[in-house]
C-alpha cells in the first residue's frame, strides 16, 4: 500500500493510482512545466548600435 501523502497526490491528480513512483513524479512534473512556461522569459530583444559622436 502506498504511502499516505502518494494516495492523497493520486487522489488530487488522477482517477486511477499510478503504476509506480516513477510515473508519478513524470505526471507531476508535466504539470509543473505547463504551470510554469508562460512565466519563462522571453528571448531579449536584440541591443540597439549607438551612434557614433553623439556625446552628451
Not at 504511502?3 to 503504476?19: H, I, M, S, T
Not at 512545466?33 to 552628451?56: D, M, S, V, W
Amino acid at each position: 500500500m502506498p504511502p499516505a501523502l502518494d494516495r492523497a497526490v493520486e487522489r488530487c491528480y488522477r482517477r486511477e493510482p499510478f503504476p509506480h513512483d516513477r510515473a508519478r513524479v513524470e505526471h507531476l512534473f508535466a504539470l509543473y512545466e505547463q504551470l510554469t512556461a508562460p512565466l519563462a522569459p522571453a528571448e531579449r530583444p536584440a541591443k540597439r548600435k549607438r551612434r557614433a559622436g553623439g556625446g552628451a
